[in-house]
């Protein structure tokens, strides 16, 4: 569900453990959320070097390491951090409302 802002309902707080990633599809854009400590974050979920779902990988730290070639990725801002990898995935901003995790696809 989307509101007036912009914002869209993508799951519910629950859904997210500290820790866990998590892939969905927003409006037919794949999308991977992070809950590191306690704070939530949202970027593109296929990998920008090969097609891989980066919700597959591995949250170590603030990275996440896609599954296909090992190539990582700063959660919190999209740049790619290691090799094969070279270019940065979108990130999204991220809200929790009412227990339910919003982002901002615009």
Known sequence: MSDDDG???VAGSGE???GDVL?????G???ALYNLDGSLYATDDVCTHAYARL???FLDGGEIECPLHAGRFDVKTGAAT????VD???TYPIRVVDGEI?????
């Open 88 to 90: 940065a995935v979108r």
């Open 16 to 18: 997210l453990s500290e």
């Open 23 to 27: 892939g969905t599809v927003v409006s």
């Open 29 to 31: 854009r794949e999308i």
């Open 102 to 106: 919003q982002i901002k696809l615009g």
């Open 7 to 9: 914002w869209t309902t």
């Open 55 to 57: 919700s597959d990988g």
């Open 82 to 85: 290691s090799p094969p990898c």
